[in-house]
């Protein structure tokens, strides 16, 4: 082969972000690709968590809540993941879900275009998001959606063009994922902001696949919004926090729908009346969940040590590793995501007629990827602790997989309720 394992050994040895895998708790045995899906374990999370729990929660009770710093939460967590996406202080809030939050940024968005009543969004993305503007549009009322894209066309990266033809002077909105979630596909966020902003309409951008994954520069593409998660990439944990920005030139305009006690002026009040906060803080909502935060921040210290231009760097020698190994392993395998390196995200696919029991048998094999419909198989590439000797184990893993045709075997037919 073109490279042998080696050359991966060597390589692990020259890479800058080598120690970093320390950082984190894998276990042994398995080769995890599915930092995309859902992060591995920062070690030092469980210390950060129990600390809450037994000093801040046990010992401090309520007072934590200006002692610990829970109250600012919120938005403390967001400055911190502000420079993972170019976004400035008092632009990100972090907290509930993304949904959640699409259903936030997009429901302040509209009234921000009166008069234009059309969303654009794609349906290759991210079924939430889809759903989520269908809930938009049927709360506040007369709102048409105007959808990009097909199944097939994602796979054929077509989005381009079918945003020119959807663009015009009745879009007020438009939501888009930066990396797409089955194909890895990386977007051009600066000229296809610049394209939606020239038409008058305001850009949201989901980073969820993107944060972490890639350099993000909102402020450099002048995004208006953006949503995004922290279970994958950034290692936030299960059901971690998610965020919201809100460029700095709308805050004040922009309405939060769901508008709680958490974004009042002046919560402690108790007004009867809402009057919202200044600045970002006016998009939470209720409580937030401590533990979480916790859990988000432990991730958050080792975010903040690493460079993300190295990460990116590593990221696209991962993938390129796995995309030439596969080449010549198993050239029939379909290649779904860009071999156009600026194109691509942190992820590669594959599309394959039994994609599902293919990732089952090769989680058996010890490397863990996934299967979205139609036929893609996913594998996730997380730059802090993935080493080029995992990519060469996991790749001659999956051609030994399909070569032997293990997954053929009955019991990785069946359907588990997570794929
Ligand atoms: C692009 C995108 N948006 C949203 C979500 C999930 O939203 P939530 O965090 O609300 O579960 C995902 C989950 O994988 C996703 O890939």
Redesign the pocket.
């Known amino acids: 082969m073109a490279i042998s394992r080696a050359d991966c050994h060597a390589l692990d040895a020259e890479d800058p972000l080598r120690d970093l895998r320390e950082e984190f708790s894998l276990p042994d045995g398995i080769t995890y690709l599915l930092g995309n899906?859902l992060g591995a374990l920062p070690r030092r999370t469980a210390a950060k968590v129990a600390h809450t729990v037994e000093t801040e929660w046990g010992r401090d009770l309520s007072a934590s809540w200006n002692t610990a710093g829970w109250w600012d939460l919120p938005q403390s967590t967001g400055d911190r993941l502000a420079p993972l996406i170019g976004a400035g202080p008092g632009e990100v809030l972090a907290g509930?879900?993304?949904?959640?939050?699409?259903f936030k940024v997009m429901a302040a968005a509209l009234p921000l275009r009166p008069g234009r009543r059309v969303i654009v969004s794609e349906l290759e993305?991210?079924p939430?998001?889809r759903y989520v503007v269908e809930g938009v549009a049927k709360a506040l009322g007369a709102y048409e959606i105007r959808d990009v894209g097909s199944l097939d066309e994602a796979l054929d990266m077509a989005l381009d063009e079918a945003l020119d033809e959807a663009l015009d002077g009745d879009v007020a909105a438009v939501l888009l994922?930066h990396?797409?979630?089955r194909t890895g596909a990386l977007r051009d966020m600066d000229a296809i902001t610049a394209r939606v902003r020239a038409a008058g309409a305001l850009m949201i951008w989901?980073?969820?696949?993107s944060a972490g994954a890639v350099p993000v520069d909102l402020r450099a593409a002048d995004a208006d919004f953006a949503?995004?998660?922290t279970?994958?990439y950034l290692n936030g944990g299960p059901?971690a926090p998610?965020y919201l920005y809100v460029a700095e030139r709308h805050q004040d305009a922009a309405h939060n729908v769901i508008s709680g006690w958490h974004g009042h002026a002046a919560p402690f009040a108790f007004e009867p009346y809402y009057r919202p906060a200044d600045g970002v803080r006016r998009f939470a909502t209720g409580s937030p969940p401590v533990l979480a935060y916790s859990a988000l921040n432990a991730s958050l210290d080792i975010w903040e040590t690493v460079d993300m231009s190295v990460v990116r760097a590593k990221s696209l020698a991962l993938t390129t590793l796995f995309i030439d190994l596969i080449d010549e392993l198993r050239p029939d395998l379909a290649l779904v995501t860009p071999r156009d390196p600026d194109r691509r995200g942190s992820q590669v696919s594959y599309r394959h007629a039994d994609g599902y029991p293919v990732v089952r048998a090769l989680a058996d094999r010890g490397v863990v990827g996934d299967y979205r419909e139609p036929g893609i198989m996913r594998f996730g590439f997380a730059p802090l602790y993935l080493r080029y000797v995992d990519v060469y184990d996991s790749a001659t893993a999956l051609a030994e997989v399909l070569d032997k045709e293990s997954w053929r075997d009955e019991r990785y037919q069946q359907r588990l309720t997570v794929t």
């Open positions: 899906s509930d879900s993304t949904s959640t939050n699409i993305n991210f939430t998001d994922s990396v797409d979630y989901d980073l969820c696949h949503i995004g998660c279970y994958k059901g998610a």
